[in-house]
């Protein structure tokens, strides 16, 4: 069994998305992140970044004791390993799955996030920020769109932990102000992820979770208004 501490967030969706398409056996333990509770200390434990995701592993490899892992690429590669499943176990392979789960760690995910955070949260419209991050996310998206356009299914060849960690990135790609339309390659990738059944599982479990996600002046003071004193 594996504890998935859990928001609905896209890194959060990364993980439920490979536990769904595993089938192996989880618990969702919702970190309700707008009422700050990413900083309990039980949460903390395991998760001392104070970001969802982390697992708690009750049967890892080593037959030991109960294993945590937290960030949500680490979460991934953890998982592909463990179950053999989901990157390549050939040399080559493996690197161009994990190649991209880095671009989606260090590219995709904060870019999108600093345009989520100036499009949708900041306090005041700043149009350098919006159009730095939109044109950024833009590229990114067509470094994607790019990738994809020699006819492959899916980012690394066959479905991977590529896909599940750049997919759910996409998903609010209106809200992010860019057109799959204009990424035609992209487009067909994003559909065929989406119709697959782990993907619809995930997503109806988010749901039942989460089916009005809301920013309020607390939340966002919780969300948007740390410093090092928040980790010490």
Known sequence: MIDLHYWTTPNGHKVSLFLEEAALPYRIVPV?????????????RIAPNNRIPAIVDHAPADAGEPLSVFESGAILLYLADK???FIAQDLRGRNVALQWLFWQMGGLGPMAGQNHHFVQYAP??????????VKETSRLYGVLDKHLADGREYIAGEYSIADMACYPWVVPHER????????PSLSRWFDRV???PATARAYQRASEINSAPVVDERSRS???GQDASTVR
């Open 194 to 196: 989406q119709e697959r």
């Open 32 to 44: 309700h992140i707008g009422r700050g509770e990413q900083f309990a200390p039980e949460f903390l």
């Open 176 to 183: 992010q102000h860019q057109r799959l339309g204009d990424f």
């Open 222 to 224: 919780l969300l948007f």
């Open 83 to 85: 179950t053999k499943r």
């Open 124 to 133: 005041e419209k700043l149009p350098y920020a919006i159009d730095r991050y």
